[in-house]
Each structure stands twice: as structure tokens, then as C-alpha cells.
């Protein structure tokens, strides 16, 4: 495993070498993702939390002594 991860890594710097050369051509950045996607994921996970967390406290044993005592 370990050579083949090598040959992999060498490969890529390679490619990153060559794509820094003078003329090497040039890819324009990723549109940025504005709107809906990641506000929902947000939201989704913001309500999964909120869930667990409340089953969480449904489950959970009761307190066998007070930390004060």
C-alpha cells in the first residue's frame, strides 16, 4: 500500500507543480453557493440537534445525588 500511496503523492505535486508553471492555463474559481442548499442543511441540522438532544434528556438516568451535597 504504502508504494502505491507514493506514486499517488508524487503525482499529484507534480500536477501542482506544472499547473504553477508561466503558461499553464487558468480554471476559474467555484461559484460560491448562494440560497437555499446550505440554509436547509443548516436548519436540518440545527433540528436534528434540537431532537437528540431532547431524547437525550427523555433517556437519561436521573441524578443519584446532587453535586452541592
Known amino acids: 500500500m504504502f508504494p502505491f500511496a507514493m506514486i ?3 503525482n499529484a505535486m507534480a500536477h501542482e ?3 504553477a508553471m508561466p503558461h499553464a492555463p487558468v480554471v476559474a474559481p467555484a461559484a460560491p453557493l448562494i440560497g437555499g442548499r446550505p440554509a436547509r442543511t443548516r436548519q436540518f441540522r440545527a433540528a436534528l440537534a434540537a431532537k437528540l438532544h431532547a431524547a437525550g434528556d427523555a433517556v437519561a438516568p436521573a441524578a443519584a445525588c446532587s453535586p452541592a451535597s
Do not use: D, G, L, T
Request: net charge positive; glycine share 0%.
Open 8 to 10: 499517488v503523492s508524487q
Open 17 to 19: 507543480v506544472r499547473s
